[in-house]
């Protein structure tokens, strides 16, 4: 977890960047350090908060990418970035500035070879050479304290309608994300991507802007099976009337899902359009080049981390979908039916807390699949009685003798939580497990309870 692994490097973030002066107008420097200083803040709150990652073996595979890149680009990056993995679902990087990127767990369980992860890194490289997170700092600073800007604000404020959507245009691009970049410096980091990745002799492989055009509704996926007989493997009975909706009005009403991706918002929506990235640098396609497969075990590290963040930010439809995907893949990992049975207690948890829909967490239609949509509403309306009796069959299931020790424990202080027991024995299990298996990753679900 960040706030353990980077406590040295948050603790001298604030140090190492101290707001330059760059502006003589007192009005515009104060605003230029706010939004500096909020920068910074935002990076320590989510070290601090988990929001970062650490594994090994990932980060070392990354940082040989990028020290491959340093090393023949001498003249543009004087010394390597600080690295640092995000423990973000989406399929994307990002340039922070003051020589500092960070890579998605959601790319690195996306990427299929070395060459498409060194296109991205070469592309983050590139927005920190150009200073483009630091310039994009300046410009807000100068157009906040600018005279067009109060006089479009007071003009705002003095109109009688529409006043939240003129706010949201003339606030656009205020604070620090950590994803948004102006869309026309975005085909200028790509060019000089192909000139680093050039350079340092890795192949060139435009065809992954043409993935990244669905990279965002894996969810509209289709199951190879039904639903229902994904469970039927664990001997758990689905009833066809769980997956149809009982209530009336327009949340029931017949959905036409289909597979097209036309009309839908690009991946990586802060970018120009996948296919125009892509026909603007086909001409740079390495010739006969072989392209390095991402090895399988970290590719495989990548795909449980992504999986077990979904199950820790709450969201079990979702979380057991991707399970599903998997296993449409062939991926007989035991582990996989570990996060099934902890996707069906996390839910029953849920509903006894009265926050079944929060952990449903419900997609629009038109980014799920028809399958998506029936896991989704079978969530909501099968009984509670099936959700325990569910939990308790899963509890004898065949696959935990293939378990190690960390998921047993974790499967034990399941069962603390979901007992009618007081808080303090819940605090002791979850104490127990981070004792017992400090450097688990399931510490992460453990925590919060040990502290309660």
Request: charged fraction near 25%; aromatic fraction near 12%.
């Amino acid at each position: 977890m960040s706030h353990i692994y980077y406590q040295r490097q948050k603790d001298s973030l604030k140090k190492a960047w101290s707001c330059p002066s760059q502006f003589k107008e007192k009005e515009t420097q104060r605003k230029y350090k706010e939004i500096w200083d909020g920068r910074t803040d935002f990076i320590t709150e989510a070290i601090e908060n988990d929001g970062y990652v650490f594994e090994g073996d990932i980060y070392n595979y990354l940082d040989g990418v990028i020290t491959q890149l340093v090393r023949a680009n001498p003249r543009l990056i004087a010394q390597k970035p600080f690295l640092m993995i995000d423990r973000s679902t989406s399929v994307n990087a990002y340039a922070s500035g003051n020589n500092m990127i960070a890579v998605n767990i959601g790319l690195l369980a996306f990427v299929k070879t070395r060459e498409e992860l060194a296109l991205v890194l070469a592309h983050e490289l590139a927005h920190n050479i150009m200073m483009h997170p630091e310039n994009g700092m300046k410009n807000r600073a100068e157009w906040l304290t600018s005279d067009e800007y109060k006089q479009s604000l007071n003009a705002v404020l003095d109109s009688k309608y529409e006043r939240l959507t003129r706010l949201k245009k003339v606030f656009e691009g205020y604070s620090f994300d950590r994803s948004r970049h102006q869309r026309y410096h975005e085909g200028d980091a790509d060019s000089l991507a192909l000139i680093l990745l050039k350079n340092s002799h890795i192949a060139i492989d435009p065809s992954f802007f043409l993935r990244l055009d669905s990279a965002d509704i894996q969810y509209r996926q289709p199951l190879k099976k039904n639903v229902k007989d994904y469970f039927a493997a664990y001997h758990l009975n689905v009833e066809e009337s769980w997956m149809v909706k009982r209530t009336k009005g327009l949340s029931a009403k017949n959905y036409s899902f289909n597979t097209s991706t036309t009309g839908l918002a690009d991946s990586l929506k802060t970018h120009p359009d996948c296919q125009e990235r892509y026909d603007k640098t086909k001409s740079q396609q390495s010739a006969n080049s072989a392209f390095t497969p991402v090895p399988t075990p970290l590719r495989d590290k990548s795909m449980k981390m992504m999986i077990w963040s979904i199950y820790c930010n709450g969201n079990m439809t979702a979380c057991l979908y991707r399970v599903l995907l998997e296993k449409d893949k062939g991926n007989t990992d035991p582990w996989y039916d570990f996060m099934f049975n902890n996707v069906m207690s996390g839910l029953y948890y849920a509903d006894k807390k009265l926050s079944r829909f929060n952990a449903i967490t419900v997609k629009p239609k038109e980014y799920i699949s028809k399958n998506y949509y029936e896991l989704e509403t079978m969530f909501e309306q099968m009984p509670r009685q099936k959700l325990e009796e569910f939990h308790n069959t899963l509890q004898q299931a065949a696959f935990w003798s293939s378990m190690t020790p960390p998921e047993q424990g974790f499967k034990s202080l399941m069962s603390t939580l979901l007992t009618d027991s007081d808080d303090s024995d819940k605090q002791k299990a979850a104490k127990a497990f981070t004792t017992n298996y400090p450097r688990s990753l399931y510490c992460e679900f453990a925590t919060p309870f040990s502290k309660k």
